[in-house]
């Protein structure tokens, strides 16, 4: 691991998974990857209840995920 290479597959991340709110990456305060995908927390209340239902937050933002696909990426 080095630093420098680091952020090259870290995506560009747009929100909280926790809160929803519209963030950059260099902008939350932590980043990480939970089963395979890169969250982004806002603040550390919202880390706090991510560590606490972080299998419930990451299904809801699947869900969510799926959800705008299929709004914006139809094509039948
Ligand atoms: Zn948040």
Known sequence: MNPQGQNNDIPEITECIVCGKPLTSDRAICKLKQDGLWVAICCPHCYDSFQKKSKYYI???MALKSYKK?????SE
């Open 59 to 61: 299904n809801k933002y």
């Open 70 to 74: 299929i709004w914006h990426g139809q």
